[in-house]
């Protein structure tokens, strides 16, 4: 039996952005985490004592195979079984926008963690808003791969929307982070100018209001 | 439970192995009794590294015994009861690790059991064989890892009552276990459990020749022992499973028999399997077992009524493991000790694997779990490797 090798570099351009996020040796746990590609790296590269969170049996024995601790389970619920900031960081990566009751999930988040991670696709990229415009369809790119009818996103997130969302629920947004990447997300870039137009994801570290 | 489910010899086999023994003189009981002299079957596997720590501690199932990878002989049909699990390169690679397995005390494989020779007496021991905790069973095998010179258990891992023991293991010596696996297990059976057992101990004990216990004699209670275990494998098995695996279908005919026979097939696998049970097991050690696991109630035990604090002694990393369609031990009992193992901060793992083959799937070749164990195990040990 083989055992995986992910290297860092390996690593999707919005998880090594994630990554750089989070300082060594701490406690991470990564809601929705896959097969755990993030939360091996933070294990083998900056020695963080990691868990993960995933609904996919699947998805659960193959992060479990990587020497990982996930537990299967819906990330409301397991997430209630952990004491108050159990975790230095809590992630939450390109799911936002799948969650029924995203504020619900926040408030655990920064309940059992210091900080929070968020990522998600930006929906208002000026490609999705050309889509919209000019061919008058709903927008579907690499970052959002479906159709109407079967896409897995029931929540359209841009990174404005984020920033008065962090007002509304009452939490702090500590850092931000705007990406464009490339087809495959393997690599990409930073945008810090018109980002809620030229990026393709948003990831925001955040905490408890000061 | 059903150790002996057929199935192909996947990659290279464990090898020929020997039924080893080992004797303690005496072994205090939790009820504080003494028993002795105490003999544990078993057998090993691969080799034991100089820290003496590559240890894997399998604990069999209620009715299984300490066979479990490997052919006793070259003429062998069968192979021990996980071979597609233990062996060179697989889920527990013996190249890698040193592999134990022994049969429960109380059992009838070879360790000593209500079967065995009260020396007191000169005869079988009967019913005047001491009642048994999972505990006792435990301590038992803790006596033959001081035997062998066993430092560190990399990991307890086993199924069903089995899983049973590998918590066990972890409460009561948890300096030497480093991550335990339990499969398909509970911390304590449900009234649904209790209830199969208590009908599959009344079979037997309805058996006039049960005759309290003290039957060795004469004639056995084979036909008692041979429901109880019909009983069993219904609850080994799912809806689903048998559906599949049965249907209705007929057995041998075309029609029924309107005299009673086994019509459906489903009838014939039953009956088959009990009579194929009393040849290699003992009625009262299944007694025995069956109440041991019954009494079994960890939180009660080891946490004043609170899994979470029983749990909060132990150190071990671990692996729960449940099945989808098993319906005696469900994924929800899995689920009440995670959560208690995360509340009490340890490092915990957790996945329902899709299976239709209900409480046995563990005895089954798959994929998902021979590769999810191997990674887990890889992980623990490469942890305490020397650098």
């Known amino acids: ?210 | 439970m059903s150790e002996y489910i057929e199935h192909d010899v996947q990659g290279v086999s464990a090898g020929i192995v020997e039924k080893q023994y080992f004797e303690a003189e005496e072994l205090v009981l939790d009820n504080g009794q003494a028993l002795g002299p105490v003999i544990i079957a078993y057998e090993t596997h691969g080799r034991l590294n100089a820290d003496r720590d590559n240890v894997i501690w399998i604990c069999h199932a209620l009715t299984g015994d300490s066979h479990v990878a490997g052919y006793y002989s070259e003429e062998d049909e069968k192979p021990g009861w996980w071979d597609f699990m233990v062996g060179p390169g697989k889920g527990i690679d013996t190249d890698r690790y040193f592999v134990v397995c022994s049969n429960v005390l109380g059992s009838c494989q070879g360790s000593t059991g209500p079967g065995s020779i009260n020396p007191e007496t000169g005869n079988p021991y009967g019913l005047n064989f001491p009642v048994l905790t999972l505990g006792d069973m435990v301590k038992a095998q803790k006596a033959l890892l001081d035997h062998l010179g066993i430092r560190k258990i990399t990991a307890v891992v086993g199924g069903s009552v089995g899983g049973m023991q590998v918590l066990e293991w972890c409460l009561r010596y948890p300096e030497f276990v480093r991550a335990a696996i339990p499969i398909a297990a509970t911390t304590r059976h449900s009234a649904l459990a209790i209830a199969f057992n208590e009908v599959a101990r009344q079979a037997i004990m309805a058996d006039p020749n049960w005759n309290h216990g003290d039957y060795y004699f004469g004639n056995k209670p084979d036909l008692g022992l041979a429901v109880a275990r019909m009983i069993g494998h219904i609850t080994y098995l799912s809806d689903e499973s048998m559906r599949l695996k049965f249907g209705r279908r007929l057995q041998d005919k075309f029609d029924f028999s309107y005299n009673f026979e086994a019509d459906f097939q489903v009838e014939s696998y039953l009956r088959y399997q009990g009579k194929k049970f009393v040849e290699r097991f003992d009625a009262n050690s299944f007694l025995y077992i069956t109440k041991a696991a019954d009494y079994y109630d960890l939180g009660q035990e080891h946490g004043r009524g609170s899994v979470v604090d029983a749990f909060a002694k132990t150190r071990a990393r671990y692996l729960v493991i449940s099945f989808t369609s098993d319906w005696l031990y469900p994924t929800y009992q899995s689920r009440e000790m995670v959560k208690a193992m995360k509340k009490s901060g340890l490092e915990v793992s957790f996945c329902e694997i899709e299976a239709s083959w209900g409480h046995d799937a563990f005895l089954l070749p798959s994929t998902t779990l021979s590769n999810m164990i191997n990674g887990f195990l890889y992980n623990v040990s490469s942890q305490y490797a020397p650098q």
């Open chain 1, 1 to 210: 039996m083989s055992l995986p090798n992910t290297h860092r570099n390996d690593l999707r351009y919005d998880l090594r952005l994630i990554s750089s996020l989070i300082s060594s040796s701490s406690r991470v746990l990564g809601l929705g985490c896959g097969e755990g590609e993030l939360l091996h790296s933070l294990k083998t590269q900056k020695d963080s004592l990691c868990t993960g969170i995933e609904l996919d049996a699947d998805l659960v024995s193959k992060g479990v195979a990587k020497g990982l601790n996930i537990v299967q389970g819906d990330l409301n619920e397991e997430m209630e079984d952990y004491g108050d900031k159990t975790f230095d960081y809590v992630v939450l990566s390109q799911t936002l926008q799948q969650i029924f009751d995203p504020a619900r999930v926040i408030r655990s988040m920064l309940r059992i963690g210091h900080k929070g991670i968020v990522s998600f696709p930006n929906f208002s990229h000026f490609e999705n808003r050309c889509q919209l415009f000019f061919k008058g369809k709903a927008p579907v790119s690499s970052q959002l791969p479906y159709q109407w009818h079967n896409t897995p996103n029931i929540r359209v997130i841009t990174i404005r929307d984020f920033r008065e969302y962090a007002r509304e629920v009452g939490f702090t947004i500590l850092e931000e982070i705007a990406i464009n990447t490339d087809n495959n997300d393997k690599s990409g870039r930073r945008i810090r100018f018109l980002s809620n137009l030229r990026a393709t994801y948003g990831i925001f570290l955040i905490g408890e209001p000061a």
